[in-house]
């Protein structure tokens, strides 16, 4: 079984911002020691000399030029929204 | 029989002789509809007021210039489709009832005039092989409900297998088009990376997703395609190549194709009954004058591994545009931002989700990074290599879709990895980022289909229906019905 805790999985869920509780930090241990457990054959191979592959085309930067047009009004935009104020998003407060 | 056991262009006739009208193809659909989705659940949204009006409408102003007029489409619900619902199947978006815009796929289907008959059902995100990550009720094989339709498209392969609609789109990271099609007997093609805009279509992969047709024959399938291809100033990652009229390709002719058969795609692993069918396709192409050798795709098994590494990484970053804000369910017990932020996600979210966005996150992390995100992309060039190699040699990759046919449901759920083993054939296809087609090729002893797995080279999509075509002429597979073998009737 790869290294990996419960802590670690505490602090990627952090970072993934996913509420987990203890017993999901429990069973995505055990997954993830187990994907990643299996993810190590890849160092079978040597790779050294090898460049990564980002993208399957040869695909430079794609410029366009900087010019305004017409996409969504403020109203679209926000309808979707699951809450709002004065043509804004709402959300919760940031500082407790 | 159904009006949909008719190709596009026979149908096409039908109308212009006023033998049957648009709303008579409507009707058929959610005719068929009331009679199986009950069983099948492909569908998780029905557009039936509007497909209606929208029938009627075509039947009063005939436009024979429309290649698709009339045709009743299912559209895979990963899909922009604008004002009708869009959910990926998942409970974070189950109110999203009015997207702002359609998917440049959408906006060429509409030049045609094909009528959407509703939005179909996945596995959530398109995470998953089997439909049973959906979040609703999930979709079932329409060949036997006991048995999955296969994933992530598994409403867009099921919804043609049953007859609810003429044609699907799909959508394809790993196989998510071509296994499902070989699960449900049906063709589904996965275009060349960049063939195809993903301007609409919800990100799950970027690196790796395609959008691709789901059709009972290879001529539609084609038809469908040569439609929605092409460059889109709105991806940067859609090619500006020319695209070819894919059915003039269908010549029936594969007189010295020559045919390369990784020895990997019929190991260890692959169902004797599956090894069965594609020995029996490849003495189908020996008789149409092709030739087929035997090659190696070295790193192919190394593939699973590195497309969970790279496709979860992908997702953890496309999927934090979920957050509660501009669209989608809030949570309502959040005290702070970052707290709505979590609980709305996790809320949201299934666990199939949940465990790629964290593996993908711990990939993505610092101090992890070069160890399996870096590694990962390294061998995703010895897989393409592979390919690369094959191909100065031969015209196309035949093999297998799928190592078995469909499974049971909820036999392989509670274990991710015997789950993700299931695309070990698909997958080198979309890290390479080259065409594959899955067509039938026959069916199991319990009477389940099995697909044929046609790969070609980059943007070659020409060859591989003419290869697939030629096979389907050949061979009445396609002709099979699930109600005629004990399906869903």
């Keep these: 079984m790869a290294d990996i805790s419960k802590e670690q999985v505490k602090h990627v869920a952090h970072l993934a911002r996913l509420a987990v509780t203890e017993e999901e930090v429990e069973q995505l241990t055990k997954d993830l020691g187990a994907i990643i457990d299996y993810a190590e054959q890849l160092n079978e191979l040597d790779t050294d000399n090898v460049e990564p592959t980002t993208?399957?085309?040869?695909?430079?930067?794609?410029?366009?030029?900087?010019?305004?047009?017409?996409?969504?009004?403020?109203?679209?935009?926000?309808?979707?929204?699951?809450?709002?104020?004065?043509?804004?998003?709402?959300?919760?407060?940031?500082?407790? | 029989m159904s009006l949909f056991d008719y190709t596009i262009k026979e149908l096409e006739e039908k109308l212009h002789n006023k033998e049957i009208t648009v709303q008579d193809l409507v009707d058929e659909s959610y005719n068929r509809i009331k009679e199986v989705d009950g069983e099948v659940h492909a569908f998780l949204t029905l557009n039936e007021e509007e497909a209606r009006a929208r029938a009627?409408?075509?039947?009063?102003?005939?436009?024979?210039?429309?290649?698709?007029?009339?045709?009743?489409?299912?559209?895979?619900?990963?899909?922009?489709?604008?004002g009708l619902r869009t959910t990926c199947a998942s409970q974070f978006l189950d109110n999203f009832e009015d997207p702002l815009y359609d998917a440049t796929v959408m906006e060429k289907l509409a030049k045609e005039k094909p009528v959407t008959i509703g939005k179909l059902n996945m596995d959530e995100f398109a995470m998953g092989?089997?439909?049973?990550?959906?979040?609703?009720?999930?979709?079932?094989?329409?060949?036997?409900?006991?048995?999955?339709?296969?994933?992530?498209?598994?409403?867009?392969?099921?919804?043609?297998?049953?007859?609810e609609v003429l044609f699907s789109l799909g959508s394809d990271t790993g196989g998510s088009i071509r296994q499902p099609a070989a699960f449900c007997g049906v063709v589904g093609m996965k275009p060349t990376y960049g063939r195809v805009s993903r301007f609409g279509l919800v990100a799950f992969a970027s690196s790796?997703?395609?959008?691709?047709?789901?059709?009972?024959?290879?001529?539609?399938?084609?038809?469908?395609?040569?439609?929605i291809a092409g460059h889109d100033k709105m991806d940067a990652t859609s090619a500006n190549v020319e695209v070819p009229k894919y059915t003039d390709a269908l010549t029936n002719d594969v007189k010295g194709l020559k045919i390369a058969v990784p020895k990997e795609?019929?190991?260890?692993?692959?169902?004797?009954?599956?090894?069965?069918?594609?020995?029996?396709?490849?003495?189908?192409?020996?008789?149409l004058g092709a030739t087929w050798e035997e090659v190696s795709l070295t790193h192919s098994k190394y593939a699973v591994a590195t497309y969970y590494l790279l496709s979860s990484s992908e997702a953890s970053a496309n999927l934090a545009r979920f957050d509660g804000v501009r669209y989608g369910v809030r949570s309502e017990n959040a005290d702070n931002m970052i707290d709505m932020f979590k609980k709305s996600r996790s809320e949201g979210f299934g666990d199939e989700v949940k465990r790629r966005i964290m593996l993908g996150t711990f990939a993505l992390s610092s101090g992890y990074y070069d160890a399996y995100y870096k590694k990962a992309q390294k061998v995703r060039t010895l897989i393409k290599n592979d390919f690369d190699k094959i191909f100065e040699d031969y015209d196309?990759?035949?093999?297998?879709?799928?190592?078995?046919?469909?499974?049971?449901?909820?036999?392989?759920?509670?274990?991710?990895?015997?789950?993700?083993?299931?695309?070990?054939l698909t997958i080198p296809v979309n890290l390479a980022g080259v065409p594959g087609i899955s067509v039938p090729c026959g069916f199991s002893e319990e009477g389940l289909p099995i697909g044929l797995q046609i790969i070609g080279k980059h943007f070659d999509e020409s060859t591989v229906y003419r290869t697939a075509h030629a096979f389907e002429k050949a061979t009445d597979y396609h002709t099979k019905r699930p109600q005629d073998l004990g399906g869903a009737k």
Excluded: C
């Excluded at chain 2, 790796?208 to 439609?227: C, F, S, Y």
């Design chain 1, 55 to 96: 993208h399957v085309m040869d695909i430079k930067n794609v410029m366009r030029k900087d010019e305004s047009r017409e996409w969504i009004t403020q109203e679209d935009a926000l309808k979707n929204a699951p809450d709002q104020k004065d043509g804004q998003f709402r959300v919760p407060s940031i500082l407790e």
């Design chain 2, 56 to 82: 009627k409408e075509l039947d009063e102003s005939p436009d024979a210039a429309a290649a698709l007029f009339g045709m009743p489409a299912g559209i895979k619900d990963n899909i922009m489709t604008k």
């Design chain 2, 129 to 163: 092989s089997s439909n049973e990550n959906s979040s609703y009720e999930p979709t079932r094989n329409p060949w036997n409900t006991d048995y999955v339709p296969g994933g992530s498209s598994g409403g867009s392969a099921a919804s043609v297998a049953a007859g």
């Design chain 2, 208 to 227: 790796l997703d395609q959008i691709g047709p789901i059709t009972r024959t290879v001529e539609d399938n084609a038809r469908v395609l040569e439609i």
């Design chain 2, 265 to 287: 795609y019929l190991a260890e692993g692959v169902n004797p009954e599956v090894k069965e069918a594609v020995m029996n396709a490849l003495k189908v192409y020996e008789s």
């Design chain 2, 396 to 424: 196309v990759v035949l093999g297998p879709t799928t190592p078995t046919p469909a499974f049971k449901v909820g036999e392989k759920i509670d274990d991710p990895l015997t789950m993700y083993a299931n695309d070990i």
